[in-house]
């Protein structure tokens, strides 16, 4: 599966490694290798989850949101939480196709 991203990337939320809006779909580039299979957006954060439970995050972090230890912006995704162990989702649905605050991502 490839996770794509458009719209406004302010923030990095779109997580193509730049903060430069997005008119057409891009491909979220740093995820060879690893199947996602739920993307959900916050105000101008991201968060992916791995096949295998593991957890990616980038965009907005001012107030710590995404979880990496620090409030640094994030432009690409990053893992975070090895330590915590496999992420499990137990409110299961798909989205294949979904917008928030003007940033769209389709997930194949």
């Not at 230890?69 to 994030?74: L, Q």
Request: aromatic share 12%; charged share 10%.
């Amino acid at each position: 599966m490839q996770v794509y991203g458009w719209g406004y990337n302010g923030n990095g939320q779109l997580g193509l490694g730049n903060n430069v809006n997005q008119m057409n779909p891009c491909r979220v580039p740093n995820f060879q290798g690893i199947v996602i299979t739920k993307v959900v957006c916050g105000y101008a954060h991201t968060m992916a989850l791995s096949d295998v439970g593991a957890l990616y995050v980038w965009g907005a972090n001012s107030y710590g949101q995404l979880g990496n230890g620090n409030r640094s912006t994030v432009t690409s995704p990053v893992h975070v939480a090895s330590e915590i162990g496999r992420f499990v989702v137990l409110n299961i649905f798909v989205v294949k196709l979904f917008s928030f605050e003007g940033q769209e991502f389709v997930l194949f």
